[in-house]
């Protein structure tokens, strides 16, 4: 497919996935119009790494994703939309989880509606791994059960089940993507692969919550490849698939891997604050890819050790940018 001119949008474009996202439709020729959520201090997240004020490669809307007169504005014109905004960190949601409701929820559905409304071409929306809970089975599939083990994951899986309610109801083209834990540059500290090596960068001292859920771990350059892939599939309207690396390992291996690359004598500190609820912690994630590679043809190209070796390097350049003597939820 060539992207050259066709009009985009992504929401959440200010975020960690989004803002890689946008870079890759730019280097592809499109015209990205990025939907970053509204700030008194004009501040456009992670975009304000690539791009300034006086550049023409995108166009910056800021708003609020619940506001659905603004998404409407945002959405009118454009051929493509990649909804990726959302509230994320699992741990805020237990304290503000009507929050989430309006972004995640109330959010998918304003897209959805607009997107019917003004005759948009392909909708790409954006799912969790979370979505599955803990593993009944693995490596997980699609048919894996859906299992709200927290606010967060819970509105994740209402806003699932609205992009698929649009797609049965009226026949709007939208595709679900599901990535597993994604990781590389510009991640925030509210993730567990920036927490470890900002940590190990500043400190012999790692302070982590439980050391034994098992995650797989999917660099963000392969998962921002899957919303390309699936974007150019017409055999992905309707379905909703995994984008993950199918290599599970636990937080404390993953720790290791990292403290062998930066601080081999740092020390790993479990902290209680850190820890889920004993229900509400997901113990095991491991994608079960086929489907991707089936229907779009798409595989992951970075190892886990090949994605960290780069983030790493970023976080070094941007430490700065890291609270690491705080836990920030």
Partial sequence: MNWQGKKVLVTGAGGFIGSHLVDKLVALGADVTAFVHYNARNDWGMLEENYSENDDRISVISGDIADGFAVDDAVAGNDYVFHLAALIGIPYSYVAPESYVNTNIKGTLNIMQACRQHDVSRIIHTSTSEAYGTAIYTPIDEKHPLQGQSPYSATKIGADKIAESYFCSFELPVSTIRPFN?????????????????????????????????????????????????????????????????????????????????????????????????????????????????????????????????TIEWIRKNLACYKTSRYII
């Avoid at 919550?209 to 660099?219: A, C, H, I, Q, Y």
């Avoid at 992905?236 to 390992?249: D, F, K, Q, Y």
């Fill in 182 to 310: 994604t990781f590389g540059p510009r991640q925030s500290a509210r993730a567990v692969i920036p927490t470890i090596i900002s940590q190990a960068l500043k400190s012999d001292k790692i302070h982590l919550g439980s050391l034994t859920p098992v995650r797989d771990m999917n660099f963000v350059y392969d998962t921002v490849n899957g919303f390309v892939k699936m974007a150019e599939s017409d055999n992905a309207i309707g379905m909703t698939i995994n984008v993950g690396s199918g290599r599970g390992a636990t937080i404390g291996e993953i720790a290791d891997i990292i403290l062998q690359k930066i601080n081999p004598d740092a020390e790993i500190i479990c902290k209680e604050e850190r820890v889920r609820p004993e229900n509400s912690e997901v113990m095991e994630l491991i994608c079960g890819n086929k489907l991707a590679k089936e229907v779009f043809g798409w595989t992951p190209e970075y190892t886990l050790e090949e994605g960290l070796e780069i």
